[in-house]
């Protein structure tokens, strides 16, 4: 079969974004801190409509303040809620979180699992760390001053 002198001269085709595209993904998929919905908040508070959230279940949110994204969850649980920062008192360096699943969170880093029972006592090392929080009228308010003082830990 004959090569065209066109087909002999053609350039090959260049991709010229696809360097950037992947280090966009390594750094993406790098990144130590989950990203989530902002914290709704009215005033000096972060207010949490107890309605929206799941028996057994923490919701993340994500609060911003000094340049840093403050990662945290409430949780309705035993027929209270109680929110703590996405953060635990020995692996919040690494900012890796927490995620939930099968009635645990697991600490990202190091791996530690706890039943929702056993993190409002903060049993070992590491544990999520508590954050002031108030349920009112079907709401749960959070001082937004507790979330900056947070801030350290992100």
Do not use: W
Not at 103 to 127: H, I, P, Q, V
């Amino acid at each position: 079969m004959a090569v065209s002198a066109r087909e002999k001269t053609a350039l090959p085709v260049k991709r010229p974004f696809a360097p950037f595209l992947c280090l966009l993904a390594l750094l993406v998929s790098c990144s130590g801190q989950a990203a989530y919905p902002s914290a709704p908040m009215a005033g000096s508070e972060v207010i949490i409509d107890a309605a929206s959230l799941l028996p057994d279940t923490p919701r993340f949110f994500t609060y911003h303040s000094q340049g840093k994204s403050i990662n945290f969850f409430v949780v309705r649980y035993g027929g209270k809620m109680l929110s703590f920062l996405d953060a635990c008192v020995t692996c919040y360096r690494s900012k890796q979180g927490y995620r939930f699943g099968d009635g645990s969170l697991t600490c990202r880093d190091c791996g530690k699992a706890y039943s929702l029972s056993e993190m409002e006592t903060g049993l070992g090392g590491c544990f999520p760390i508590k954050i002031k929080g108030v349920p009112k009228e079907g709401k749960y308010h959070i001082p937004r001053a507790s979330l900056d003082e947070a801030a350290a830990v992100f």
